[in-house]
């Protein structure tokens, strides 16, 4: 079983807006701080934003900040990524992540990945 599952991906015109969804499962999600990375192939994972689980205090990669929004809604246990202004650099698989404890922009300190979803930003 998959813990988390993203939707939301897309083709986008550059300058337009995508909203990411992760859904999580199970016990995944209560107690987690979340996060969102993303691939490009012959790169390196990225981080891109994280959430806390406690006072829901938001970190962003300076790439992104002002762009997106990370949000988390606790009963519906899903954490959102709202992509504004979106540019061809953007274009990635997103994944979503699950943590707790660690360092918020380390990959390696996420437990639980979800499968990702495509986003592609044409100029």
């Known amino acids: 079983q998959v813990p988390l599952v993203e939707s939301g991906g897309g083709l986008v015109q550059a300058g337009g807006s995508l909203r990411l969804s992760c859904a999580a499962s199970?016990?995944?999600?209560?107690?987690?701080?979340m996060g969102w990375f993303r691939h490009t192939a012959g790169k390196e994972r990225e981080f891109v934003s994280s959430i806390s689980w406690s006072d829901g205090s938001t970190n962003y990669a300076d790439s992104v900040k002002g762009r997106f929004t990370i949000s988390r809604d606790n009963a519906k246990r899903t954490v959102y990524l709202q992509m504004n202004s979106l540019k061809p650099e953007d274009t990635a698989t997103y994944y979503c992540?699950?943590?707790?404890?660690?360092?918020?922009?380390?990959?390696?300190?996420?437990?639980?990945w979800g499968q990702g979803t495509q986003v592609t930003v044409s100029s």
């Open positions: 992540a699950a943590r707790i404890g660690g360092t918020y922009y380390y990959a390696s300190s996420y437990v639980y």
């Open positions: 199970g016990r995944t999600f209560s107690g987690y701080a």
